[in-house]
């Protein structure tokens, strides 16, 4: 017996979870997995209408939970998007109104987050996989330099993600080797993997998948709840090649070589959350975890959208709408579908709620906690909510095979079924995405009282004060 408890420590010390097994009593809190896709479009699930690739597992998730349709990224471009996630507020909050260049930009180690709540809790909380919210630069060890602050300063006891330094990333990215060579760059808990390391030769995609799977096992077997941020690259560019049989499997006439590699990659990360889910099952823990899937910003290039205006980098639907699915046996009944606006401010309420974490007082919240939709309530009321903001720095270039709608917009005001965009605060168009879900009837001219009260609320908006450091 003692040679076993030896065995287990040397384990848990060589996998970073040393400090991890606590005193504490049994937990009947859930368990949260968090699945965040990259560029990943409102249409490329199957579950929401691909023509194009099967999901078969992500389809499962949302028959044995809820389906939301018209579920809102926080921006049109990832960064922000992460930000509103781990803190339920706007971007514009923190400063942050682009995507991280790798260089100079981070979230503030003042903003409170969900990994810090959950953490505070008693919660073991992990990050695996894309952060880029900045602090993952190495020195010349492979060493992380702590001039920003990286996922252990907000709130995370372990981490695995890649290194996000330039020229790293950008060479790796003109090559089409991020994803293929993605483990030769992974950086775990402040220290770059070594070439011995087992995951250093895998797959991008395989590492992410399988490392939180084996996070996972480990830390079922403590008496504390889980909350793990698993947060793919799939399917951002650089389009690479699947493994098999992926890439087989999604060959099709009439494609382009993108379109194939784009299909691949789908389908590889679909299996991984495969793996995921049947290891929850294999566990006995499914009943109790609740597992939520979404993407940081509607499609790129060869994503699809539908009807949709716009795509990434566009602040019209297209760039905004993204899907959402979640499932917790224990608490949300099966086969739902939800119309109800949601958006990722969102995120870090329900999982408090979920969890039993009451929220600081002093802690102010964009977001709202959709839980007791999920299990059945109605949703928070217009009333409720208020006016939604976005804000975008100007991308003049859309990423997509089109140009980019006209006019250009930097805003939106979003409050029931009224959408206004702006640009520097300037309205420029008006739409009913009720009766316009495609925006495609501009009716400004139609509605000059609801203009200016938007506008005002915006303008109110974009002067609050903000938190850089």
């Given at each position: 017996?003692?040679?076993?408890?030896?065995?287990?420590?040397?384990v848990?010390?060589?996998?970073?979870?040393?400090?991890?097994?606590?005193?504490?009593?049994?937990?009947?809190?859930?368990n949260?997995?968090?699945?965040?896709a990259?560029?990943?479009?409102?249409?490329?699930?199957?579950?929401?209408?691909?023509?194009?690739?099967?999901?078969?597992?992500?389809?499962?998730?949302a028959?044995?939970?809820?389906?939301?349709?018209?579920?809102?990224?926080?921006?049109?471009?990832?960064?922000?998007?992460?930000?509103s996630?781990?803190?339920?507020?706007?971007?514009?909050?923190?400063?942050?109104?682009?995507?991280?260049?790798?260089?100079n930009?981070?979230?503030?180690?003042?903003?409170?987050?969900?990994?810090?709540?959950?953490?505070?809790?008693?919660?073991?909380?992990?990050?695996v996989?894309?952060?880029?919210?900045?602090?993952?630069?190495?020195?010349?060890?492979?060493?992380?330099?702590?001039?920003q602050?990286?996922?252990?300063?907000?709130?995370?006891?372990?981490?695995?993600t890649?290194?996000?330094?330039?020229?790293?990333?950008?060479?790796?990215?003109?090559?089409?080797?991020?994803f293929?060579?993605?483990?030769?760059?992974?950086?775990?808990n402040?220290?770059?993997?070594?070439?011995?390391?087992?995951?250093?030769?895998?797959?991008?995609?395989?590492?992410?998948?399988?490392?939180?799977?084996?996070?996972i096992?480990?830390?079922?077997?403590?008496?504390?709840?889980?909350?793990?941020?698993?947060?793919?690259?799939?399917p951002?560019?650089?389009?690479?090649?699947?493994?098999?049989?992926?890439?087989?499997?999604?060959?099709?006439?009439?494609?382009?070589?993108?379109?194939?590699?784009?299909?691949?990659?789908?389908?590889?990360?679909d299996?991984?959350?495969?793996?995921?889910?049947?290891?929850?099952?294999?566990?006995g823990?499914?009943?109790?975890?609740?597992?939520?899937?979404?993407?940081?910003?509607?499609?790129?290039?060869?994503?699809?959208?539908?009807?949709?205006?716009?795509?990434?980098?566009?602040?019209h639907?297209?760039?905004?709408?993204?899907?959402?699915?979640v499932?917790w046996?224990?608490?949300?009944?099966?086969g739902?579908?939800?119309?109800?606006?949601?958006?990722?401010?969102?995120?870090?309420?329900?999982?408090?709620?979920?969890?039993?974490?009451?929220l600081?007082?002093?802690?102010?919240?964009?977001?709202?906690?959709?839980?007791?939709?999920?299990?059945?309530?109605?949703?928070?009321?217009?009333?409720?909510?208020?006016?939604?903001?976005?804000?975008?720095?100007?991308?003049?270039?859309?990423?997509?095979?089109?140009?980019?709608?006209?006019?250009?917009?930097?805003?939106?005001?979003?409050?029931?079924?009224?959408?206004?965009?702006?640009l520097?605060?300037?309205?420029?168009?008006?739409?009913?995405?009720e009766?316009?879900?495609?925006?495609?009837r501009?009716?400004?001219?139609?509605?000059?009282?609801?203009?200016?009260?938007?506008?005002?609320?915006?303008?109110?908006?974009?002067?609050a004060?903000?938190?850089?450091k």
């Amino acid at each position: 017996m003692k040679i076993a408890v030896q065995f287990l420590a040397l384990v848990i010390v060589a996998l970073g979870l040393a400090g991890w097994i606590s005193e504490a009593n049994a937990d009947d809190r859930p368990n949260i997995v968090l699945l965040l896709a990259d560029d990943l479009g409102y249409g490329d699930l199957s579950c929401f209408g691909s023509p194009a690739v099967k999901t078969p597992h992500l389809d499962m998730l949302a028959n044995e939970g809820m389906r939301f349709s018209r579920f809102y990224a926080g921006s049109a471009v990832c960064s922000p998007t992460r930000a509103s996630v781990l803190t339920g507020r706007y971007p514009l909050r923190f400063g942050i109104t682009k995507h991280f260049n790798d260089v100079n930009l981070w979230l503030p180690e003042s903003a409170t987050t969900v990994a810090e709540l959950l953490g505070d809790a008693g919660y073991n909380t992990a990050h695996v996989g894309k952060w880029h919210l900045g602090g993952l630069h190495v020195d010349e060890h492979g060493k992380r330099l702590d001039n920003q602050p990286g996922p252990r300063q907000h709130g995370f006891d372990f981490y695995q993600t890649q290194i996000e330094q330039q020229p790293i990333r950008s060479r790796m990215g003109r090559e089409r080797t991020l994803f293929r060579q993605g483990g030769t760059v992974l950086l775990r808990n402040d220290q770059q993997v070594s070439q011995d390391d087992p995951y250093y030769s895998k797959h991008l995609t395989d590492a992410n998948g399988d490392y939180a799977v084996d996070l996972i096992e480990r830390m079922s077997g403590d008496p504390k709840p889980f909350f793990i941020n698993l947060w793919w690259l799939v399917p951002h560019k650089p389009y690479e090649p699947a493994p098999e049989p992926h890439w087989a499997q999604t060959a099709a006439d009439g494609i382009s070589d993108d379109q194939h590699r784009f299909r691949s990659m789908v389908q590889h990360m679909d299996a991984k959350v495969g793996l995921v889910l049947d290891k929850l099952d294999e566990l006995g823990i499914s009943d109790n975890t609740l597992v939520l899937f979404t993407s940081d910003n509607g499609a790129a290039f060869e994503g699809f959208i539908g009807d949709l205006k716009g795509g990434k980098t566009d602040l019209h639907d297209g760039g905004l709408r993204v899907p959402m699915l979640v499932r917790w046996p224990a608490a949300i009944p099966v086969g739902q579908t939800s119309d109800a606006f949601g958006h990722s401010n969102d995120l870090l309420p329900t999982f408090c709620e979920a969890a039993g974490v009451e929220l600081p007082a002093e802690l102010p919240l964009d977001g709202l906690s959709l839980l007791s939709h999920m299990k059945g309530d109605n949703p928070p009321s217009d009333e409720d909510r208020g006016t939604v903001f976005w804000q975008l720095d100007l991308y003049k270039s859309i990423q997509r095979h089109y140009p980019k709608p006209k006019p250009y917009a930097t805003e939106v005001a979003l409050r029931g079924k009224w959408k206004l965009l702006a640009l520097g605060g300037k309205p420029v168009e008006l739409f009913d995405i009720e009766s316009d879900p495609n925006e495609q009837r501009n009716v400004i001219d139609e509605q000059p009282e609801l203009v200016l009260t938007l506008a005002a609320q915006l303008e109110q908006w974009l002067r609050a004060p903000r938190t850089t450091k």
